[in-house]
């Protein structure tokens, strides 16, 4: 079975640009997790979608904000960046509770705000 | 709410011999699980073993293996043989349905092996 794959790995952006990132999780995964990884922060959740619904949201200001398609890829979006916004995203795919609450994690988007 | 402490920042062990890394945490919850994810220097996170609250038996695989002391709240990895791959952030995680499926980490352990 292939991997979570995330695109773009890399992306500079200026600030108040906007930005969308892509995850195709693992066949047969439902649910979609997104988390933000900075030295200072460690990883931090942002949320997470399954069968095209947000379940749970982090502790994140509305700039952020995701979707899940049919095909349960999904994408986020982050509106007017700001510098601390530089950071790796992640994507993680699971099962999640319907077999098993492990994540699996894709290679990641390293976002560059200047 | 979740929380989940490492408390060895860095940590350094040579080829083939044996280091443990530990985890804290602390949780309400009686149905839970937990995991140990592995962070090579290319940046892709691995799972690397995960346990069941609910299990008495430690996980293990292969040269990975845990010590889950669940009244302690302690869950740490055991590496055993350490090999130069093995270099990379080890993070522990809790997990549970009330938690909104969402992974809480600890802050890392950065681990590396020398010759």
């Known amino acids: 079975k292939a991997g979570v794959t995330q695109t773009p790995r890399y992306l500079i952006k200026t600030r108040g640009q906007q930005v969308t990132l892509s995850c195709s999780p693992i066949?047969?995964?439902?649910?979609v997790s997104w988390y933000q990884q900075t030295p200072g922060q460690g990883l931090q959740f942002l949320f997470e979608?399954?069968?095209?619904?947000?379940?749970n949201k982090g502790n994140f200001p509305g700039r952020f904000s995701g979707r899940q398609f049919s095909n349960s890829r999904s994408e986020m979006n982050v509106s007017t960046l700001e510098l601390g916004d530089s950071a790796l995203y992640l994507c993680?795919?699971?099962?999640?509770?319907?077999?098993?609450?492990?994540?699996?994690f894709g290679p990641g988007t390293r976002l560059t705000v200047t | 709410a979740q929380t989940v402490t490492q408390s060895q920042p860095e940590m350094s062990v040579q080829e083939a011999e044996t280091v443990t890394l530990s985890c804290t945490y602390d949780?309400?919850?009686?149905?839970?699980?937990l995991f140990w994810y592995k962070q090579p220097p290319s940046r892709q996170m691995i799972l690397v073993i995960r346990?069941?609250?609910?299990?008495?038996q430690n996980a293990t695989e292969n040269r990975f293996s845990v010590n889950f002391q669940k009244a302690a709240k302690s869950f740490s990895l055991k590496i055993s043989d350490s090999q130069l791959g093995d270099t990379a952030m080890y993070f522990c995680?809790?997990?549970?349905?009330?938690?909104?499926?969402?992974?809480?980490f600890g802050k890392g352990t950065s681990l590396l092996v020398t010759p």
């Open positions: 993680a795919s699971s099962l999640a509770g319907t077999g098993g609450y492990e994540q699996y």
């Open positions: 066949s047969g995964h439902r649910s």
């Open positions: 979608y399954f069968s095209e619904t947000q379940r």
């Open positions: 949780t309400s919850e009686n149905n839970y699980y």
């Open positions: 346990q069941e609250a609910y299990k008495q």
């Open positions: 995680a809790c997990i549970n349905s009330n938690s909104g499926y969402a992974l809480n």
